[in-house]
């Protein structure tokens, strides 16, 4: 069974802080890793993805993968209200566009 | 906006009625694929369509069922509606790991609520 873990929290941050938050997969095989962010009752939307071990930036954000450890993380830095929402974590295990997600983690900044 | 649309927006149906819902993708887009949402859970894979041919499909039963046109139009329909499929349904469209590029665009969603 293929699974993305995600803690569900809610992870509070202050505004301006660094926001980080995790996500463990199960197949080592898996390819291509994204994260989607979440408002209440809206759909997902793509924030970053990544393929390669390593960082990828895109403005305030910034995705890490290390696949030896089967984790993936995305950092968000300058943390404003306006990011609060759910973080999805997603995985397309074999680039066959079947993508399991996690959970999510909702992230909380306070002002 | 990512170019992807679905109707209606909302939906409410009792249990054991059918249900249609719709999907356009963005344009050039070949491969869509449909999900489920339940409250606080993420987005569960029912099936995809590549090029008008179901392309896999999730742990979903077969009273799930599914369409795809060559506008880049598909459909979701269900079958003997039950109380657990009240959820929102996500249809999400990409170019394929085949067009070069995995990464999926999600539509605004339709909520389904079974009474």
């Known amino acids: 069974q293929k699974e993305v873990e995600q803690n569900s929290g809610p992870l509070s941050v202050p505004e301006g802080a660094i926001a980080s938050l995790n996500c463990t997969y199960s197949d080592r095989g898996s390819q291509s890793f994204f994260w989607y962010r979440q408002y209440s009752g809206k759909s997902p939307e793509l924030i970053m993805f990544?393929?390669?071990?390593g960082d990828k930036e895109d403005g305030r954000f910034t995705a890490q993968l290390n696949k030896a450890s089967q984790y993936v993380s995305l950092l968000i830095r300058d943390s404003q209200p306006s990011d609060s929402a759910t973080y999805l974590c997603?995985?397309?295990?074999?680039?066959?566009?079947?993508?399991?997600f996690g959970k999510g983690t909702r992230l909380h900044i306070l002002p | 906006e990512t170019g992807v649309t679905q109707s209606p927006t909302h939906l409410i149906k009792t249990r054991g009625q059918q249900v249609t819902l719709r999907c356009s993708s963005q344009?050039?887009?070949?491969?869509v694929s449909w999900y489920q949402q339940a409250l606080g859970q993420g987005p569960q894979f029912i099936f995809q369509y590549y090029r008008e041919e179901e392309n896999g499909r999730g742990n979903f039963p077969p009273r799930f069922s599914g369409l795809q046109f060559p506008n880049y139009s598909s459909e979701l329909n269900v079958n003997a509606l039950e109380l657990d499929d009240s959820a929102l349904y996500l249809c999400?469209?990409?170019?394929?790991?085949?067009?070069?590029?995995?990464?999926?665009?999600f539509g605004p969603g339709t909520r389904l609520t079974v009474l």
């Open positions: 997603a995985v397309n295990v074999n680039r066959d566009d079947k993508i399991i």
């Open positions: 344009s050039g887009h070949n491969t």
């Open positions: 990544i393929y390669s071990n």
């Open positions: 999400a469209s990409s170019l394929g790991a085949s067009g070069g590029s995995d990464e999926q665009f």
